[in-house]
C-alpha cells in the first residue's frame, strides 16, 4: 500500500473534490437534523407551583364507570368524588353523602350534601347519582363494573338530594360500591380517550393530556371542601423504573410511589436527599394454586409449600424490608382481620415429612432427581422473577422441581383466567370489604364467572361466606369472617407470601402527603410546598 | 500479513470463547444457579473474583455458562438458517420457473421487516424458551443464505462441466451438493462467521427485551437485562455480561472480517 | 428507466401484499386476550362477547383478514384497543420522532466517520489506521442494549451534562442518537476507508500516467459515482436498520417514537396498533429499498439488477 502523505491527497484535484462535496453534504445532513430539532417547541417547562408525580403507565380511562387500571382510577379518585370513601385506616367515611342509613335490610338511604358542584358550575344532585349508577348498569353502555352492581335492583331519587338504593337480597358488601365516582346526568357513555371525560366535582380537574406521554390536573378552585394548596399536579409516564429514579435524582419528578427496585431505595435516600417512608400496606401477593391438579388437590402438598417457603428471608433479602410476612389474604389493617390463624414457619424437614406421607418420597434421597414438577408462572417484572427464582431455589432444597414460566401480563394474565397453570403468583390489589373472599373461594365463581381460578370448593365456607354476605351487624360478620380466614388458612388454597409495604419517595419540601395502603393518591389534596401556608 | 495477524487473533478469541462454553463445568468456580441470599450484589471478593448478582449466585460462572448458552443458540441458529437457506436457495437456483418466484418473492418480504422486530415477533407468539428463541432466529436469518446459494447456482447453471453431469444422468441433488455448493463454501463461511455474530446479539436483545431464554438460565442478554435495574447500585452485574458479549461479537467479526480479506470476496455483511 | 421504474413498481406489488398479510398473520396468532385486560376481572361472559363483537375479534379470520385489506387500502389502520384513537393517527403522531432520531443518528454517524475515514486512509498501514479499524469493529460488537444504559450513567448521572430521557431540545438527542449510531458510524469508517483507499489507489496509478485532462474528468465521474453509489447504499440501507435498532434505543431512552410505541403496543397486545406500527416500519424499509434501487440505476444503468 503507497504510504501517501497528507499534501498528496489535496494536491489531487478529484480527491479535493470528492473531499469537498462529502463535507458539503455532511454540513447540510447535520444542519437539517439540527433545525429540524430545534424548531419543535420545547414543552415541559415546569408550570410553577405544579407537582411532578412518576407513574408506570398512562391511565387508560378517567371516567369512573369505566376505569378498571390502577392508575385510571387513582387519578379518577383526584377529579371525581363519590357518596363514601375510604380514609388512611382502610375505613369508609362520608363524601358526597351526607348521611348514610339502612332502612331495612336490603335498602340504603342517603342524603347528599347541599353545596358541591360541578367543575362545570351545574350543582350535583341525587339525579347525577342516579344517573351513574343507571348508566353503569344499562348493558348498552358495557361498563366492566356492571358486574360488582349485580346485587344492585333499583336507585330511587326520593328529593333533590336523596336517594335510595334498593338491593335484592341482604348484602352487606353492596357499600363498597359507593366509592364509585359520580358523573353528571346525562354524561356520554364510553369516552373514547381520558380528555373526554365528564367533567368531575373533585379537588382536581383534567387541564391537559399527552397520550402516552403526561396527564395535567389542575387546581379546582371551587372546591367545595378546601381548594388544594397545589397549583396542579403533571402526572409524567415513564415506564422503566430505572429512568424513574434517575429523573428524581435530577430532579425532574417530586414525588413517586411504589413500583421502585428494594435496592435502590437506600441509593435514593443516601444520593438525592430524598423523603423516603415506608408504610404498611393492604396489597397482597399470594401462589395460586390449581386445586385440580391431581398432586396440589391432596392439602399435605400445600402445607409442605408452606414450610418449604422461608417467607421471611425472601421479605428480608429480595425486598428488603418492604413486605411484611402475610397469614391470609386480609391484612392486619382490614377490619375483619383475624389474627390466630395456623401459621407456616420455615421448616424444610418437615415439609419433607408432609411430602412423604404424602405418596411423594424423594426417589433418590438428597440426590438431583426431584419428587415431582410443577410449572409455576409470573409476569415479566423483575423483581416478580428474582422472587420466582429464589422460591424455586427453596422448593428445590426439598425435592420439588419448579419450572418457572415468565410472560407477558396479557399472555400471563388471560392462562391464569383460564386455568391454565398449576402454581402462579399474583397480587390483589384494594382490598377493603372481606367479601372479596367470596369472590376469591367461593364454589360459584369458577372462571370465567369469577376469580377462584383455582377451583377451590368447600361447602362450609361457601355457607360462611353467604352468611357473611347477608348479614349486617359488623361484629357478627367479624366472627363469621374469622372462621372463614382459619379455614382458609388451614386449607391453603392460597399460600400466602406478603403484604406488600408501601414505599413512597419525595422531596423534602413536597408535605401532607399521606400514604394510603392501597396505594391511593387521594391526599394529593392536601398536599402542600414547604414554606407556602 | 497484516491480515494473517487479524485471523489468527480472531481465531485465537474465538477458541477461548468456545472452549469455555465447551468445559464450562470444568471451569467454573460455583454452580451458575446456586444462590445465597446474604451474599447479594457483592461487587468484588475472594472467593467471587467478578462478584456476585442479586440472588448471590456467582458472576463469573454466570458469565462462563452464559457463553454456552450463547454459542449453544448462534451455532444452532447458524445451522438452521443454512439449512433451510441453502434448501431454499438451491431449490430457487436449479428448478428455476415458478419455484423461483415464489421463493424470491417470499424472501423479499422477509427481508421487507428489520430482523429485530420479526424476531420480537416470533418470540412473542412462541413464548419464551431455548429452543422457541434459536428457531425464531433461524426463520429470519436463512434468507442471506438462499440469496447466496441461488445466485450462485444461477451463475453456474449452464456451464459445461454441470451439463456434462446432466448429460451423464446425475439426480439434481447429486450435482447440487457435489459440484455446485463446494463453490459456494468460502462465501457461505464468511456469510456464517457474521451470522453467528448478529445471532449472539439478536439472542442477547431478545433476552434484554425479556422475550428470551428462560430465567434462571444465565444468558448474557438476560443477565444484561436483570442488571440494568442495578445499574446505579451494582454497576458490574451489566458491565462484566456486557464486555464478554463484546469481545465474542468482536471477535467474530475479526475472523469474518479476515476470511473475507483473504478470500477476497465481498459479501453483503449488514441485514 | 421508464421501463426498469414500472418492473419495479410491479415487483413491488406483490410485496406489499405479502407485508400485509404477514403482520395480519402474526398478531392474531399470539396467545393473550385483550379483552379479558379491557373489561377487568368482574365482568361477564355476555359482556365480553359483546366487545369482542364490536371490536370486530368475533368473526372468523378470513372475514377479517378481508376487512383488514379494505380498510388499509381506505388509509383507515383501525382504532386502539387501549386508546380508542386511530390507529393511523397514532402512527402518524409518533413516527416523525423516529424520523428525527434515525436522521440525527446519521447525521452523527456521517459527522464522525468522515474524518475518521478519511485520516485513516490516509495513514494507511500506520498504526493509528489499526487503531481506528480496531475501534470500529468494536463499535460494530458493542450491543445497543449495553451501551444505551451505560452512557446515560456517565453522561447523565456522573458528569450530567446531558437529559437522561425523553424528547426535548438538542440536547435530548444526543445519547439516543450516539447509541442508536454508533453501529453506522463503525460501518461507515469502514467502508468510506475502504472506498478512499481505492480511490486513492488509482489516482496514484493514473497520475503516474499523467494523461490528460478529459481522462481525468471520466475518472472523476467514475469514481465520484462509486462513491457516491456506496454511501447511498449504506445510508440506505443503513436508515433501515436504524429504524430497527430504534425498538430498543427509544425504549432504554423513552424517545416517544414508532420503536417503542411498537414495544408497548405488543406488550398489550393490542392488534391493531402492533399492526399500524410493524406496517409503518416495513413499509418505510420497502420504500427505501425501492428509492436506493432506483438510484443504483440511475447512476450506473449498466448494473443490471437481479440479485
Same mark, same amino acid.
Given at each position: 500500500?503507497?504510504?501517501?502523505?497528507?499534501?498528496?491527497?489535496? @494536491?489531487?484535484?478529484?480527491?479535493?473534490?470528492?473531499?469537498?462535496? @462529502?463535507?458539503?453534504?455532511?454540513?447540510?445532513?447535520?444542519?437539517?437534523?439540527?433545525?429540524?430539532?430545534?424548531?419543535?417547541?420545547?414543552?415541559?417547562?415546569?408550570?410553577?407551583?405544579?407537582?411532578?408525580?412518576?407513574?408506570?403507565?398512562?391511565?387508560?380511562?378517567?371516567?369512573?364507570?369505566?376505569?378498571?387500571?390502577?392508575?385510571?382510577?387513582?387519578?379518577?379518585? /383526584?377529579?371525581?368524588?363519590?357518596?363514601?370513601?375510604?380514609?388512611?385506616?382502610?375505613?369508609?367515611?362520608?363524601?358526597?353523602?351526607?348521611?348514610?342509613?339502612?332502612?331495612?335490610?336490603?335498602?340504603?338511604?342517603?342524603?347528599?350534601?347541599?353545596?358541591?358542584?360541578?367543575?362545570?358550575?351545574?350543582?350535583?344532585?341525587?339525579?347525577?347519582?342516579?344517573?351513574?349508577?343507571?348508566?353503569?348498569?344499562?348493558?348498552?353502555?358495557?361498563?366492566?363494573?356492571?358486574?360488582?352492581?349485580?346485587?344492585?335492583?333499583?336507585?330511587?331519587?326520593?328529593?333533590?338530594?336523596?336517594?335510595?338504593?334498593?338491593?335484592?337480597?341482604?348484602?352487606?358488601?353492596?357499600?363498597? $360500591?359507593?366509592?364509585?365516582? =359520580?358523573?353528571?346526568? &346525562?354524561?356520554?357513555?364510553?369516552?373514547?380517550?381520558?380528555?373526554?371525560?365528564?367533567?368531575?366535582?373533585?379537588?382536581?380537574?383534567?387541564?391537559?393530556?399527552?397520550?402516552?406521554?403526561?396527564?395535567? /390536573?389542575?387546581?379546582?378552585?371551587?372546591?367545595?371542601? $378546601? &381548594?388544594?394548596?397545589?397549583?396542579?399536579?403533571?402526572?409524567?409516564?415513564?415506564?422503566?423504573?430505572?429512568?424513574?429514579?434517575?429523573?428524581?435524582?435530577?430532579?425532574?419528578?417530586?414525588?413517586?410511589?411504589?413500583?421502585?427496585?428494594?435496592?435502590?431505595?437506600?441509593?435514593?435516600?443516601?444520593?438525592?436527599?430524598?423523603?423516603?417512608?415506608?408504610?404498611?400496606?393492604?396489597?397482597?401477593?399470594?401462589?395460586?394454586?390449581?386445586?385440580?391438579?391431581?398432586?396440589?388437590?391432596?392439602?399435605?402438598?400445600?402445607? &409442605?409449600?408452606?414450610?418449604?417457603?422461608?417467607?421471611?428471608?425472601?421479605?428480608?433479602?429480595?425486598?428488603?424490608?418492604?413486605?411484611?410476612?402475610?397469614?391470609?389474604?386480609?391484612?392486619?389493617?382490614?377490619?375483619?382481620?383475624?389474627?390466630? /390463624?395456623?401459621?407456616?414457619?420455615?421448616?424444610?424437614?418437615? &415439609?419433607?415429612?408432609?411430602?412423604?406421607?404424602?405418596?411423594?418420597?424423594?426417589?433418590?434421597?438428597?440426590?438431583?432427581?426431584?419428587?415431582?414438577?410443577?410449572?409455576?408462572?409470573?409476569?415479566?417484572?423483575?423483581?416478580?422473577?428474582?422472587?420466582?427464582?429464589?422460591?424455586?431455589?427453596?422448593?428445590?432444597?426439598?425435592?420439588?422441581?419448579?419450572?418457572?414460566?415468565?410472560?407477558?401480563?396479557?399472555?400471563?394474565?388471560?392462562?391464569?383466567?383460564?386455568?391454565?397453570?398449576?402454581?402462579?403468583?399474583?397480587?390483589?390489589?384494594?382490598?377493603?370489604?372481606?367479601? =372479596?373472599?367470596?369472590?376469591?373461594?367461593?364454589? @360459584?365463581?369458577?372462571?370465567?364467572?369469577?376469580?377462584?381460578?383455582?377451583?377451590?370448593?368447600?361447602?362450609?365456607?361457601?355457607? /360462611?361466606?353467604?352468611?357473611?354476605?347477608?348479614?349486617?351487624?359488623?361484629?357478627?360478620?367479624?366472627?363469621?369472617?374469622?372462621?372463614?380466614?382459619? =379455614?382458609?388458612?388451614?386449607?391453603?388454597?392460597?399460600?400466602?407470601?406478603?403484604?406488600?409495604?408501601?414505599?413512597?419517595?419525595?422531596?423534602?419540601?413536597?408535605?401532607?402527603?399521606?400514604?394510603?395502603?392501597?396505594?391511593?393518591?387521594?391526599?394529593?389534596?392536601?398536599?402542600?410546598?414547604?414554606?407556602?401556608? | 500479513?497484516?491480515?494473517?495477524?487479524?485471523?489468527?487473533?480472531?481465531?485465537?478469541?474465538?477458541?477461548?470463547?468456545?472452549?469455555?462454553?465447551?468445559?464450562?463445568?470444568?471451569?467454573? *468456580?460455583?454452580?451458575?444457579?446456586?444462590?445465597?441470599?446474604?451474599?447479594?450484589?457483592?461487587?468484588?471478593?475472594?472467593?467471587?473474583?467478578?462478584?456476585? +448478582?442479586?440472588?448471590?449466585? +456467582?458472576?463469573?460462572?454466570?458469565?462462563?455458562?452464559?457463553?454456552?448458552?450463547?454459542?449453544?443458540?448462534?451455532?444452532?441458529?447458524?445451522?438452521?438458517?443454512?439449512?433451510?437457506?441453502?434448501?431454499?436457495?438451491?431449490?430457487?437456483?436449479?428448478?428455476?420457473?415458478?419455484?423461483?418466484?415464489?421463493?424470491?418473492?417470499?424472501?423479499?418480504?422477509?427481508?421487507?421487516?428489520?430482523?429485530?422486530?420479526?424476531?420480537?415477533?416470533?418470540?412473542?407468539?412462541?413464548?419464551?424458551?431455548?429452543?422457541?428463541?434459536?428457531?425464531?432466529?433461524?426463520?429470519?436469518?436463512?434468507?442471506?443464505?438462499?440469496?447466496?446459494?441461488?445466485?450462485?447456482?444461477?451463475?453456474?447453471?449452464?456451464?459445461?462441466?454441470?451439463?456434462?453431469?446432466?448429460?451423464?444422468?446425475?439426480? *439434481?441433488?447429486?450435482?447440487?451438493?457435489?459440484?455446485?455448493?463446494?463453490?459456494?463454501?468460502? *462465501?457461505?463461511?464468511?456469510?456464517?462467521?457474521?451470522?453467528?455474530?448478529?445471532?449472539?446479539?439478536?439472542?442477547?436483545?431478545?433476552?434484554?427485551?425479556?422475550?428470551?431464554?428462560?430465567?434462571?438460565? *444465565?444468558?448474557?442478554?438476560?443477565?444484561?437485562?436483570?442488571?440494568?435495574?442495578?445499574?446505579?447500585?451494582?454497576?458490574?452485574?451489566?458491565?462484566?455480561?456486557?464486555?464478554?458479549?463484546?469481545?465474542?461479537?468482536?471477535?467474530?467479526?475479526?475472523?469474518?472480517?479476515?476470511?473475507?480479506?483473504?478470500?477476497?470476496?465481498?459479501?453483503?455483511?449488514?441485514? | 428507466?421508464?421501463?426498469?421504474?414500472?418492473?419495479?413498481?410491479?415487483?413491488?406489488?406483490?410485496?406489499?401484499?405479502?407485508?400485509?398479510?404477514?403482520?395480519?398473520?402474526?398478531?392474531?396468532?399470539?396467545?393473550?386476550?385483550?379483552? !379479558?385486560?379491557?373489561?377487568?376481572?368482574?365482568?361477564?361472559?355476555?359482556?365480553?362477547?359483546?366487545?369482542?363483537?364490536?371490536?370486530?375479534?368475533?368473526?372468523?379470520?378470513?372475514?377479517?383478514?378481508?376487512?383488514?385489506?379494505?380498510?388499509?387500502?381506505?388509509?383507515?389502520?383501525?382504532?386502539?384497543?387501549?386508546?380508542?384513537?386511530?390507529?393511523?393517527?397514532?402512527?402518524? %403522531?409518533?413516527?416523525?420522532?423516529?424520523?428525527?432520531?434515525?436522521?440525527?443518528?446519521?447525521?452523527?454517524?456521517?459527522?464522525?466517520?468522515?474524518?475518521?475515514?478519511?485520516?485513516? %486512509?490516509?495513514?494507511?498501514?500506520?498504526?493509528?489506521?489499526?487503531?481506528?479499524?480496531?475501534?470500529?469493529?468494536?463499535?460494530?460488537?458493542?450491543?445497543?442494549?449495553?451501551?444505551?444504559?451505560?452512557?446515560?450513567?456517565?453522561?447523565?448521572?456522573?458528569?450530567?451534562?446531558?437529559?437522561?430521557?425523553?424528547?426535548?431540545?438538542?440536547?435530548?438527542?444526543?445519547?439516543?442518537?450516539?447509541?442508536?449510531?454508533?453501529?453506522?458510524?463503525?460501518?461507515?469508517?469502514?467502508?468510506?476507508?475502504?472506498?478512499?483507499?481505492?480511490?486513492?489507489?488509482? !489516482?496514484?496509478?493514473?497520475?503516474?500516467?499523467?494523461?490528460?485532462?478529459?481522462?481525468?474528468?471520466?475518472?472523476?465521474?467514475?469514481?465520484?459515482?462509486?462513491?457516491?453509489?456506496?454511501?447511498?447504499?449504506?445510508?440506505?440501507?443503513?436508515?433501515?436498520?436504524?429504524?430497527?435498532?430504534?425498538?430498543?434505543?427509544?425504549?432504554?431512552?423513552?424517545?416517544?417514537?414508532?420503536?417503542?410505541?411498537?414495544?408497548?403496543?405488543?406488550?398489550?397486545? !393490542?392488534?391493531?396498533?402492533?399492526?399500524?406500527?410493524?406496517?409503518?416500519?416495513?413499509?418505510?424499509?420497502?420504500?427505501?429499498?425501492?428509492?436506493? !434501487?432506483?438510484?443504483?440505476?440511475?447512476?450506473?444503468?449498466?448494473?443490471?439488477?437481479?440479485?
Amino acid at each position: 500500500m503507497p504510504d501517501l502523505s497528507k499534501q498528496a491527497i489535496f @494536491s489531487q484535484n478529484f480527491s479535493e473534490n470528492i473531499l469537498r462535496r @462529502s463535507l458539503y453534504f455532511v454540513s447540510f445532513a447535520v444542519a437539517f437534523t439540527f433545525l429540524i430539532a430545534a424548531c419543535r417547541p420545547t414543552h415541559r417547562d415546569r408550570s410553577s407551583g405544579y407537582l411532578i408525580a412518576a407513574i408506570e403507565s398512562y391511565p387508560l380511562q378517567l371516567d369512573p364507570r369505566y376505569a378498571t387500571d390502577a392508575n385510571g382510577v387513582r387519578i379518577g379518585n /383526584l377529579i371525581y368524588n363519590s357518596l363514601l370513601r375510604a380514609d388512611p385506616q382502610s375505613r369508609l367515611r362520608p363524601e358526597l353523602a351526607e348521611s348514610l342509613r339502612l332502612i331495612n335490610d336490603r335498602t340504603y338511604g342517603i342524603d347528599l350534601r347541599r353545596d358541591v358542584k360541578f367543575q362545570n358550575g351545574q350543582p350535583l344532585t341525587a339525579a347525577d347519582v342516579k344517573f351513574t349508577y343507571e348508566s353503569i348498569l344499562d348493558p348498552k353502555n358495557r361498563s366492566p363494573k356492571r358486574g360488582n352492581l349485580k346485587p344492585l335492583g333499583a336507585i330511587e331519587q326520593t328529593g333533590a338530594y336523596q336517594l335510595r338504593f334498593h338491593l335484592f337480597a341482604p348484602h352487606s358488601p353492596f357499600i363498597e $360500591q359507593l366509592t364509585l365516582g =359520580i358523573v353528571p346526568a &346525562a354524561s356520554p357513555a364510553n369516552p373514547a380517550v381520558p380528555t373526554q371525560a365528564p367533567p368531575g366535582s373533585g379537588p382536581f380537574m383534567l387541564e391537559a393530556a399527552e397520550p402516552g406521554e403526561q396527564i395535567t /390536573l389542575k387546581r379546582n378552585p371551587h372546591y367545595w371542601e $378546601q &381548594a388544594p394548596a397545589l397549583a396542579g399536579v403533571t402526572f409524567r409516564i415513564i415506564p422503566d423504573a430505572l429512568v424513574r429514579v434517575l429523573e428524581f435524582k435530577k430532579g425532574n419528578i417530586d414525588l413517586m410511589q411504589n413500583d421502585i427496585e428494594p435496592d435502590m431505595v437506600p441509593w435514593l435516600e443516601r444520593n438525592t436527599g430524598a423523603d423516603v417512608g415506608t408504610y404498611l400496606g393492604t396489597t397482597f401477593q399470594y401462589i395460586g394454586i390449581n386445586l385440580t391438579h391431581p398432586i396440589l388437590k391432596n392439602v399435605k402438598v400445600r402445607r &409442605a409449600l408452606a414450610y418449604a417457603i422461608d417467607r421471611d428471608r425472601l421479605v428480608r433479602h429480595i425486598l428488603k424490608g418492604m413486605g411484611t410476612v402475610a397469614g391470609g389474604v386480609l391484612s392486619p389493617l382490614n377490619w375483619a382481620y383475624e389474627e390466630n /390463624l395456623q401459621h407456616w414457619p420455615y421448616d424444610p424437614e418437615r &415439609a419433607k415429612q408432609l411430602l412423604d406421607e404424602a405418596g411423594f418420597p424423594d426417589p433418590d434421597g438428597d440426590g438431583p432427581l426431584p419428587r415431582f414438577t410443577l410449572s409455576f408462572k409470573t409476569t415479566n417484572i423483575d423483581l416478580r422473577r428474582r422472587v420466582a427464582e429464589a422460591i424455586k431455589e427453596q422448593l428445590q432444597k426439598v425435592g420439588i422441581e419448579l419450572d418457572v414460566r415468565s410472560y407477558e401480563w396479557a399472555a400471563f394474565y388471560s392462562d391464569i383466567k383460564k386455568g391454565n397453570f398449576h402454581l402462579y403468583s399474583l397480587a390483589w390489589v384494594g382490598v377493603l370489604d372481606p367479601d =372479596i373472599l367470596f369472590q376469591i373461594f367461593h364454589s @360459584s365463581n369458577f372462571p370465567p364467572a369469577g376469580d377462584n381460578r383455582g377451583h377451590y370448593s368447600n361447602p362450609e365456607l361457601d355457607r /360462611l361466606l353467604e352468611q357473611g354476605r347477608a348479614i349486617t351487624n359488623q361484629k357478627e360478620r367479624r366472627q363469621i369472617y374469622a372462621r372463614a380466614q382459619k =379455614i382458609l388458612a388451614e386449607d391453603l388454597p392460597y399460600v400466602p407470601l406478603w403484604w406488600w409495604k408501601n414505599v413512597i419517595v419525595k422531596k423534602p419540601t413536597v408535605q401532607n402527603f399521606i400514604p394510603y395502603p392501597d396505594g391511593e393518591m387521594i391526599s394529593l389534596k392536601q398536599t402542600r410546598w414547604a414554606n407556602t401556608q | 500479513m497484516e491480515t494473517r495477524f487479524w485471523l489468527y487473533a480472531g481465531a485465537a478469541l474465538l477458541l477461548l470463547f468456545t472452549s469455555v462454553a465447551l468445559f464450562a463445568p470444568l471451569v467454573s *468456580p460455583y454452580d451458575p444457579l446456586q444462590q445465597n441470599l446474604e451474599q447479594d450484589l457483592i461487587t468484588h471478593s475472594a472467593q467471587h473474583l467478578l462478584g456476585t +448478582d442479586k440472588l448471590g449466585r +456467582d458472576m463469573l460462572s454466570r458469565i462462563i455458562f452464559g457463553a454456552r448458552i450463547s454459542l449453544l443458540v448462534g451455532a444452532s441458529t447458524v445451522a438452521l438458517s443454512l439449512l433451510i437457506g441453502v434448501g431454499v436457495g438451491s431449490l430457487s437456483g436449479y428448478a428455476g420457473g415458478i419455484a423461483d418466484l415464489l421463493c424470491m418473492r417470499l424472501i423479499d418480504i422477509l427481508m421487507a421487516f428489520p430482523g429485530i422486530l420479526l424476531a420480537i415477533a416470533f418470540s412473542a407468539v412462541l413464548g419464551p424458551g431455548l429452543d422457541h428463541v434459536i428457531v425464531a432466529l433461524a426463520l429470519i436469518g436463512w434468507t442471506g443464505y438462499a440469496r447466496l446459494v441461488r445466485g450462485e447456482i444461477l451463475s453456474l447453471r449452464e456451464r459445461d462441466f454441470v451439463s456434462a453431469a446432466r448429460a451423464l444422468g446425475c439426480r *439434481p441433488q447429486r450435482i447440487i451438493v457435489l459440484h455446485l455448493l463446494p463453490n459456494l463454501l468460502p *462465501p457461505i463461511a464468511i456469510q456464517a462467521t457474521f451470522g453467528l455474530a448478529a445471532a449472539i446479539v439478536a439472542e442477547g436483545s431478545l433476552s434484554f427485551l425479556g422475550l428470551g431464554v428462560a430465567p434462571p438460565t *444465565p444468558s448474557w442478554g438476560s443477565m444484561l437485562n436483570e442488571g440494568r435495574q442495578f445499574l446505579l447500585v451494582a454497576p458490574h452485574l451489566t458491565t462484566y455480561p456486557g464486555i464478554a458479549l463484546m469481545l465474542t461479537v468482536f471477535a467474530l467479526n475479526l475472523l469474518g472480517d479476515a476470511l473475507q480479506d483473504r478470500l477476497g470476496i465481498q459479501t453483503a455483511k449488514r441485514r | 428507466m421508464k421501463r426498469y421504474l414500472l418492473y419495479r413498481l410491479a415487483l413491488l406489488l406483490p410485496t406489499l401484499f405479502g407485508v400485509l398479510t404477514l403482520v395480519f398473520l402474526f398478531i392474531h396468532l399470539t396467545p393473550g386476550d385483550p379483552v !379479558d385486560i379491557m373489561l377487568g376481572e368482574t365482568a361477564s361472559p355476555a359482556d365480553r362477547q359483546e366487545l369482542r363483537q364490536i371490536l370486530g375479534l368475533n368473526q372468523p379470520l378470513p372475514e377479517q383478514y378481508r376487512s383488514f385489506l379494505i380498510n388499509f387500502l381506505r388509509g383507515d389502520l383501525g382504532q386502539s384497543l387501549y386508546e380508542g384513537r386511530s390507529v393511523a393517527a397514532m402512527v402518524r %403522531a409518533r413516527y416523525p420522532a423516529t424520523l428525527e432520531l434515525a436522521l440525527c443518528a446519521m447525521s452523527t454517524a456521517l459527522v464522525i466517520s468522515f474524518p475518521l475515514a478519511i485520516w485513516s %486512509a490516509v495513514r494507511c498501514g500506520r498504526w493509528s489506521d489499526r487503531a481506528t479499524l480496531i475501534f470500529s469493529l468494536l463499535g460494530l460488537s458493542i450491543p445497543n442494549f449495553w451501551l444505551g444504559p451505560l452512557v446515560m450513567i456517565i453522561f447523565s448521572i456522573q458528569l450530567g451534562w446531558l437529559p437522561v430521557s425523553g424528547r426535548g431540545g438538542p440536547d435530548h438527542l444526543i445519547l439516543p442518537a450516539l447509541t442508536l449510531g454508533l453501529g453506522m458510524t463503525a460501518l461507515l469508517i469502514r467502508i468510506l476507508r475502504a472506498n478512499l483507499l481505492r480511490v486513492l489507489g488509482e !489516482d496514484y496509478v493514473q497520475t503516474a500516467r499523467a494523461k490528460g485532462l478529459s481522462e481525468r474528468s471520466v475518472w472523476l465521474k467514475h469514481t465520484l459515482r462509486n462513491a457516491l453509489l456506496s454511501l447511498v447504499t449504506i445510508v440506505s440501507l443503513q436508515f433501515g436498520s436504524l429504524l430497527a435498532g430504534s425498538l430498543i434505543t427509544e425504549t432504554i431512552f423513552s424517545w416517544p417514537g414508532i420503536g417503542r410505541l411498537t414495544m408497548q403496543a405488543i406488550e398489550m397486545r !393490542d392488534y391493531p396498533l402492533v399492526q399500524g406500527c410493524v406496517l409503518a416500519i416495513a413499509l418505510s424499509y420497502v420504500f427505501l429499498n425501492f428509492i436506493t !434501487d432506483l438510484i443504483y440505476r440511475w447512476v450506473d444503468p449498466r448494473i443490471t439488477y437481479g440479485n
